[in-house]
């Protein structure tokens, strides 16, 4: 039973401090403030959490590759990559995804919608990365480059396409070799 009723929103809440709380929301009151940066918060738990980002602490460690979190949601989201747990599925593919914002990312497959549009051309994509790609061709910048010869690439995938025609070269130098050393 939650007998204490937000008067603006009708929100229930079972301890009178939590509606006090929630109250704040509709108000805007943050009354607790960073003395660092003096970012200012709702809630005393949010003050807390955002102190660790000035002191660089990460309190939450996974026990099985050691990486370490500022957030124990942090941890429990990253824990997903190692036991496999996939909690959220997409209702028309039945297909499961580790994180919320995954399955967010699809869904814009099924309803078409393309949020991120490039400001050059207004071209629109579904998914960020594939704006952050589009822009690389308005820009000419090539970030992959290959280590042995310093060519430059747009995509990765182009980069390591170019990779395989390096070891195909070291492979039939290699063999070339063995054929004139071993006459």
Same mark, same amino acid.
């Given at each position: 039973m939650k007998p204490y009723q937000c008067n603006v *929103? @009708?929100?229930? &809440?079972?301890?009178? @401090?939590?509606?006090?709380?929630?109250?704040? =929301?509709h108000t805007g009151e943050k009354?607790?403030? !960073?003395?660092?940066c003096s970012k200012v918060f709702i809630q005393t738990s949010d003050l807390q959490r955002h102190r660790l980002t000035h002191?660089?602490?990460?309190?939450?460690? !996974? +026990?099985? *590759? %050691?990486?370490? &979190?500022?957030? /124990? @949601?942090? %941890?429990?989201?990253?824990?997903?990559l190692h036991t496999g747990v996939k909690p959220y599925t997409c209702a028309v593919y039945f297909k499961s995804f580790g994180q919320n914002s995954s399955i967010k990312?699809?869904?814009?497959?099924? =309803?078409g919608e393309k949020p991120h549009q490039c400001?050059? !051309? @207004?071209?629109? &994509?579904?998914?960020l990365p594939d704006l952050n790609r589009h822009l690389? /061709?308005?820009?000419g910048e090539k970030p992959h480059k290959c280590n042995v010869c310093s060519r430059a690439f747009a995509r990765s995938s182009? %980069? +390591?396409r170019h990779m395989r025609l390096h070891t195909s070269?070291?492979?039939?130098?290699?063999?070339?070799?063995?054929?004139?050393c071993s006459q």
């Open positions: *929103c @009708s929100k229930a &809440f079972q301890e009178p @401090s939590y509606l006090q709380r929630h109250s704040l =929301t009354p607790y403030k !960073c003395n660092v002191t660089g602490e990460k309190p939450h460690h !996974c +026990d099985v *590759c %050691l990486k370490s &979190f500022a957030r /124990l @949601s942090h %941890l429990k989201r990253h824990l997903r990312a699809h869904r814009l497959t099924h =309803t400001n050059v !051309c @207004s071209t629109s &994509f579904s998914h690389l /061709l308005h820009t182009n %980069l +390591d070269l070291k492979k039939i130098g290699e063999v070339l070799k063995s054929k004139v």
